[in-house]
């Protein structure tokens, strides 16, 4: 550790520091996000497609953050609410589509990590139409993300 200073390790940890700070300022967040997002086994849609199909009857949009995050945000105009986190979520959303394991389903998160995850569970547990929305709400590299597009939420559950 001869060349090792104290200077030298104050001086390479602030240029760590700033290097990560300007990576994040210039969208690095988007990229950390989709370091995470794991392959999905079904479809994806844009918000804003997802946001047509739902207004016209053709598919079932399930947003499943945490009732804080619903609150903070609103949630997509006419998506069903249902915590990921609930131990019969499976169950839930099958009686949401009255058993149709067929029904096109599209799921949707902050950031699309989680609803990535999901999608994929959800493709196990024999559902066929899980569709993700990987921009989720608030943006990934995917896309904007539902509220930066301006579409439409709903405070109410």
Do not use: K
């Not at 990560?20 to 996000?33: E, H, I």
């Not at 619903?70 to 609410?81: D, F, K, M, N, V």
């Not at 899980?130 to 993300?145: C, V």
């Amino acid at each position: 550790m001869a060349g090792l200073t104290r200077r030298g390790l104050i001086l390479g940890g602030a240029a760590l520091v700033a290097g990560t700070g300007l990576a994040w300022s210039l969208g690095g967040q988007m990229l950390f996000y989709d370091a995470l997002r794991p392959e999905i086994s079904g479809g994806t849609l844009n918000a804003a497609d997802a946001h047509r199909l739902v207004s016209a009857g053709a598919l079932t949009l399930v947003d499943i953050r945490r009732p804080d995050e619903w609150s903070a945000t609103g949630s997509p105009e006419g998506a069903i609410r249902l915590d990921m986190r609930r131990a019969d979520f499976i169950e839930a959303l099958a009686d949401h589509v009255s058993g149709a394991r067929g029904a096109p389903i599209a799921v949707i998160c902050a950031r699309g990590v989680r609803s990535a995850r999901l999608s994929n569970r959800l493709t196990e547990a024999g559902f066929t139409g899980i569709i993700d929305i990987p921009e989720g709400m608030l943006g990934t590299s995917a896309g904007p993300g539902w509220l930066a597009r301006g579409l439409p939420v709903s405070q109410d559950g």
